[in-house]
């Protein structure tokens, strides 16, 4: 998966990583930050979401599409798309920007607008990758936990560096007896949950 990756991603991939870089080098306010995932995650990402049974991929908080760009490389293995979520619309603009020029459009469903209001929409989850704003995390987890399919995947990202902003969610899946998760210390802290 990760030795074909086309120029185009790759490319983009690059350009998104140093964007991201410069930002956090100068201080960017937060909320004009991409806060994307670190490369590491992003191949953690793309090969659990590989190993999914059929069925709806998903992704709460687009930014620049960089993580999205991780999971279209599974995608184009299984021959499916990913709905993503953002509400930010400078994001959104750079997100389009992002699937147009790595040309990776036909694997992208981007719902403009607050996932919590669209996610009632969505059944038969067989993979929902989290990383939105942390004060979502318990709602968002509420909206999807029953639409998980047998072995599909919630990831959460910032398991660690946002322990205590998202350990009511974190604490709510670890006694829910239709998971089994685990928080993996890669990147920020992933929780992953699989659906038993």
Known sequence: MFHN?????????????????????????????????????????????????????????????????????????????ITTFEKLPEKIEIAKETFRIANVEQYVNLIEGNAVDHLNKIENISFCF???????YETCYELVKNKIIKNGLLVADNAINHYETIKPMIDKVMKNENFDSIIV????GELICRRI
Do not use: H, V
């Open 130 to 136: 989290l990383d939105a704003e942390k004060e979502i």
């Open 185 to 188: 210390p890669i990147g920020k």
């Open 5 to 81: 990756i086309s120029t185009d991603i790759l490319s983009r991939m690059r350009y998104l990583e140093a964007m991201d870089k410069e930002d956090r080098e100068n201080g960017t306010a937060r909320l004009k930050r991409l806060r994307q995932i670190p490369p590491d995650t992003g191949k953690f990402l793309a090969l659990l979401a590989s190993s999914c049974p059929k069925g709806n991929f998903i992704e709460i908080g687009t930014s620049a599409g960089y993580s999205t760009l991780w999971l279209i490389l599974a995608a184009k293995e299984m021959d499916f798309t």
